[in-house]
């Protein structure tokens, strides 16, 4: 731990030679909570912190995002014929890792696939925000999400010391996201994996830690393994289905026969009693998309919490599968 700390400290001093134009002032609390939690002294988390920039465009990013577009505008981004093509050439240089990770976490290859080529097109789109400045900007400069970017900007500051990284060169999306499966701190340090037993946890370069470590993420999300993730459904008239749709968020709130009672079609092989939810999508011109979510379908809400984000995911993945 000393070593890691010294470590620390000299990039931190390394900071100091650049100008910093915006002052830090972080409250006592945050770092006696960071040195009760996370074991990391005031001292150090200050030689890092100071080099720390508010950052205009994360503010501007995080007002506006991809997951506030209606569905007929969202999808095009990602599903797009390069994306296809370009994770049919990464299943085919990492197919034995993706088979070895689906063998192990009960995670199909294809949903790996489409985490990683919707979050960074396969390692070519990692980001361009310095991890440093989002999280600090977020953290204390953004009320509404204030204590969830708190609690991330002292995971990553254990990150960097337990992983030996620098933190003044990782780069990440405007919310501090990092590397090919761009997983936030506190998830980097709860899910990343060895998965080529080389000693590190290596999100950041290494394809086969990341493949490995998405696979983990859905595992411990309860992924359950050879079960469906989303089907087409037909309500027979809307009135009839109104409420199934009308409360917020992702959770399974009702059953697959209680969706079915309000005259919903659907084709699936699981029990009455089976958690379910009724997702509507907004398609061009007016029109409406349903489609019924089970427990795999939420679990790809863990990684991001929108069903637009699930949906592409399961969008692109079909159509990996269906061309590799």
């Known amino acids: 731990m000393k070593a890691l700390k010294a470590l620390c400290i000299s990039i931190a001093i390394l900071f100091t030679t650049q ?3 915006t002052p830090i002032q972080i409250s006592a609390d945050f770092y006696e909570e960071l040195e009760e939690k ?3 002294d005031r001292t150090t988390a200050e030689q890092i912190l100071q080099n720390a920039q508010r950052s205009q465009d994360v503010l501007d990013a995080i007002a506006r995002p ?3 577009k209606p569905w007929f505008q969202y999808y095009p981004i990602f599903l797009t014929e390069s994306r296809v093509a370009n994770g049919i050439a990464f299943w085919q240089e990492h197919q034995d890792t993706l088979l070895r990770a689906e063998e192990e976490y009960g995670v199909p290859a294809e949903i790996i696939l489409a985490i990683l080529g919707v979050e ?3 390692g070519q789109i990692m980001g361009r925000h310095r991890v440093l400045d989002s999280l600090y900007t977020l953290a204390f ?3 509404p999400r204030a204590q969830f970017f708190r609690s991330e900007l002292q995971h990553f500051l254990a990150l960097v010391a337990e992983e030996q990284l620098d ?3 990782l780069n990440g999306s405007y919310a501090g996201a990092m590397g090919f499966g761009q997983f ?3 998830s980097y340090r709860a899910y990343a994996v060895d998965f080529d037993q080389d000693g590190q946890r290596d999100l950041l370069n290494n394809p086969v830690d990341a493949i490995g470590s998405v696979a983990n993420y859905f595992a411990r999300h309860n992924w359950q393994r050879n079960q469906p993730i989303i089907t087409p459904a037909w309500p027979s008239s809307e009135h009839e289905f109104n409420t199934l749709i009308s409360s917020r968020g ?3 709130t009702h059953t697959v026969g209680e969706i079915q009672e309000h005259h919903v079609a659907f084709t699936t092989e699981l029990t009455s009693n089976t958690r379910a939810r009724l997702f509507k999508f907004e398609e061009a011109q007016g029109n409406a998309s349903y489609w019924v979510g089970f427990q795999n379908f939420y679990a790809i809400t863990r990684y991001n919490h929108s069903p637009l984000y699930a949906m592409v995911v399961f969008q692109l993945s079909e159509r990996l599968r269906r061309q590799m």
Request: proline content about 8%; charged content about 5%.
């Open 19 to 21: 100008v910093n134009s």
């Open 38 to 40: 996370f074991q990391i």
């Open 66 to 68: 991809w997951e506030a």
């Open 120 to 122: 960074t097109s396969y």
């Open 141 to 143: 400069h953004y009320p």
């Open 167 to 169: 933190p003044s060169t």
């Open 184 to 186: 936030i701190s506190s």
């Open 250 to 252: 992702t959770q399974l």
